[in-house]
């Protein structure tokens, strides 16, 4: 059992590259004590992985939904995954 402990995937798009986002992502997932990964993509959007518990994996969520102040985002694809355990939260470079 896994304590309850889920994994999501998310794809972030809009405005949210060169606005700080990568680093934002990190110490909001860290203030919901989440683990995982966040980078940039080709096509301009920001992926994630996070792992933790649902209500914090929820209150992070909603976090990304507004972003970072010069961010502006405008769609969150958001799929569970099986869970796997980070040691920490990671950005890719």
């Not at 794809?11 to 004590?33: H, L, S």
């Not at 933790?52 to 799929?79: S, Y």
Request: proline share 1%; glycine share 6%; charged share 30%.
């Amino acid at each position: 059992m896994t304590n309850n402990l889920l994994n999501f995937h998310l794809k972030i798009y809009g405005k949210v590259q060169g606005v700080g986002f990568r680093v934002w992502t990190k110490k909001i997932a860290e203030d919901f004590f989440l683990t995982g990964w966040v980078k940039n993509c080709d096509d301009k959007s920001v992926e994630c992985e996070v792992s933790g518990k649902r209500e914090n994996i929820d209150l992070f969520f909603n976090a990304c939904n507004k972003g970072p102040l010069l961010a502006d985002v405008k769609n969150i694809q958001k799929k569970e995954k099986n869970f796997k355990k980070f040691k920490n939260f990671s950005i890719y470079y």
